[in-house]
């Protein structure tokens, strides 16, 4: 498999007391996975590639300003985001600065529609104030 087919790369995993591990997974193309049965010690899931939809140019503008700003807002020093990080990358990182319940992250993480998810975080964030 070569790194353009890469779905994700492990960034951390924690070995638990009882020999379990706590993986934490960076996605690096979005996917809906499902979980099959399996009789491995593990999680098995099946995916199904994710297409994007991109904002216009004007509101892809508008919602890096803003989602910019809210992660700062967030965050407790400052955080250095590159002018070309995408909109979608933008919106998750707020994401997970908000505390919502693991379902209702999984649903805005399954929305493809890039701007409809910027702005259900930015909503979500000014909620939070």
Known sequence: MCSSDLLGEI??????PDDRFVISLAGLSRVRIQEVDSERLYRQVR???????QPDEAERARLHGELTEAIQARSDAFVDLPDELPVGTLADLLLQSLDLPVEAMAEVYAEPVVARR???????HHTRD
Do not use: G, Q, S
Not at 11 to 16: F, S, W
Not at 47 to 53: I, L
Not at 118 to 124: G, K, S
């Open 11 to 16: 960034v951390k995993h924690t070995r638990l």
């Open 47 to 53: 995916f199904e590639p994710m297409t994007e939809v």
């Open 118 to 124: 910027a702005r259900f975080v930015l909503d979500e």
